[in-house]
C-alpha cells in the first residue's frame, strides 16, 4: 500500500511541478467559460431584435429561465473536460516523444498508476478553476451545499473522460502528430455533448452519438441540479458506468502498447 | 548473461513484409564486477540486446539471465537490480530541474521523497552537477544530459548497470569524465554492460569484450586476447599524397594513415616495402613507426572476417 501511495505521489509531484511551471493558461482557463457564456447571451439578446419570440423559443426548447444560468453550466463543464481530455490523450504519445516511456516501462512501477494518475492531477486542477468559472452561481442564489454537490457532480463526470482520453491515446500511438487525437475528440464533445444547447435538437443518428458521451450526462446532471435541485440518478449511474468502462479500457490498452513495446520495440524512441 | 538470444523485426512497406533479423544467436556472459563491453558499428544489434536485457523487449528464442534472474520470467525482480541508460539527450521530462528528475525516477524505483532527494543531492555531486541541479532539463547540453542519466541509473544503487552509448555525442572532457567515473563504479563492485563504438573507450574500460556485426558475436575475450587475434605489430606510416590504398585511411588534416598489419620480426622489412612503395608514387612520409596493435586493429581484422567466432 505504501508503495502504491508513494507511486502515485511521484507521478502526482511531476505533473503539478510541470503545471507550476506555467500557471497562467489556468487563469485564462478559469475565465473562459464566463467569456462563452457572455457570448452566447449576447448573441441570444441580439436575436431577440429580430425575432421577439427568441427567448420564449429559448425557455420552451432548454427548459431554463436563466440563459447566463444555463450557458455558464454548460461551458463550466466544457473547458474542465477539454483539459482532462487533451492531457490524457496526449500523455502515452508525449512519453513516446520524450523517451520517458522506456524509462517507466524499465522500472518496477505500476503501469495502471502511471496511466492514470499522470494525467488526474489536472482533474484536480480543472476543479481549481471550475470554483472560479462556477463561482456567479452562488450570485444566482445557489447554496454553498448546492455548488459543492455541483463541483462532485462534475469531478465525477470528468472521470470517464480521463479513461476516454488514455484509451485515444494508445490507440493512436502511432500516429506521430500525437495531439490529434484530442483536437478530435475536442470537436467530438464540442458537437455532441449539448454544453451550449440541448441535444434533443440534434438529429436520431447524433443523439445516439452522444449516449456514448459522459459529457453529455454530466451536463444534464448539472443543469438539472442547479436549475432545479433534483438529481438525475439514471445521468449518475450512466456516468459511473462509463467511468468505470473507460477507465478499464484505457488501463487494458496501454497493457497493450507495452506489449507492442516488447514485440517490435518500434514505440520507444532510442 | 545472454544465451542464444534472436529477435526479428517484422516490418511493413506497403503491401510487403519484410523481416529484420536484428540478433541472430548472441552469446555472453559478463561477471560480477567487471565492466563488459559490447562493441559494434550501427545496427549491429547492441541496443536491441540491451533492450533485451532490459526486459522491455521480447526474444524471438534464447533466453538471458541478470543477477541470476530470467529476464523474461522474472521482469519484476530483474528491474529491482539494473539501472538502465538508452539514448543520453533523452528519457527525462524537459520542464523538470535535473534534481527533480532523479526524485522522480527514483521514488518510481521504490525510494521515500526524503531518500530519493538525499540520494539525487549526492548523486548530483557525484557527477559534478551540483551547480545545475535546479536548471530545467531541457537547459542541459548533451554532457550534462548523460551525467544525468548515469545518475539516474545510480539512484537505487543497482548491481548491474546498463549503458547504451553513453559517451556518445559528447565531447573528449565530457566523455573522459563519464569514463572516469564509470572506472569508479567497478571500483565500487558494480557490475556494468557498456555498448559503444568507441574502440579506445572499450579498450580503457572493458574487462571484457564481445564484439557484434549483424547480430552475431563474432569475437569474445579480455583485451590482450582480443589483440592476440590480430597476432604480430603494426606498422603505421603517415604521409601527404593522394593514393588509393585499401589500408590507408584519410584524416582530417589531409594525412593519409596506412597500417599494416605484420609477424613480429617481419616489421622491418614490411615498413622498408611500404615506404619505397609510397615514395616511387610521389607521396611525401611524415611518420613511420611500429605500434602493438590496437582494439581498432581488431575490430577492422574481424569486420573483414565477420565469419570468424571465437
Known sequence: MRRFLLEISAHMYKEIKYIMRDPAWLVVFSIFPYVMAAM????????????PDAFSEFQRNTGSSNAMLYFLTGYGIMFPSFLVVSVASENT???IASGTLEQIFV?????ELFILFSSFPYILVAMLGLIVSYAPLLLMGISILDFLIAM???FIGLLPLLGLGVLASNLT???KEYWSAANFLQAFLTLFSGFAYPISFLPEWMRLVSHVLPTSYAVELVRKYVEAHSISYSNLYGIVLMAIAYITAGVMSFRLVEKEGERSGSIYSS | MARELVKIYRTKKGRRKEEIRALDGVSFKAEKGEIFGLLGPNGAGKTTTVKILSTILTPDSGEAFIDGKSVLKEKEDVRKVIGVTF????????????????????VLRGMSFSDARRRADELLDLVGLSDD????????SLGMRAKLAIARTLMHDPPVLILDEPTIGLDPIAARNVRNLLAELRKEGKTILLTTHNMREAEELCDKISMIDRGRIILSGTVDELKRFVGGKIVVIDFLADIEMENAIKKDNGVSELRIECDKGNEMDIMYEALTYLRSKGARVIKAQVEEPSLE???VKVMRKPQVVA
Open chain 1, 40 to 51: 452566447s447571451c449576447l448573441m441570444g439578446i441580439a436575436s431577440s431584435y429580430i425575432s
Open chain 1, 93 to 95: 504519445g508525449a512519453e
Open chain 1, 107 to 111: 522500472s518496477p512501477a505500476k503501469r
Open chain 1, 152 to 154: 462532485t457532480m462534475v
Open chain 1, 173 to 175: 500511438i502511432k500516429v
Open chain 2, 87 to 106: 539514448t543520453v539527450e533523452k528519457g527525462f521530462y524537459n520542464k523538470l530541474t535535473g534534481k527533480e528528475n532523479l526524485i522522480y525516477f527514483g
Open chain 2, 133 to 140: 541541479k535546479n536548471r530545467l532539463f531541457e537547459e542541459y
Open chain 2, 297 to 299: 586493429d581488431v575490430f
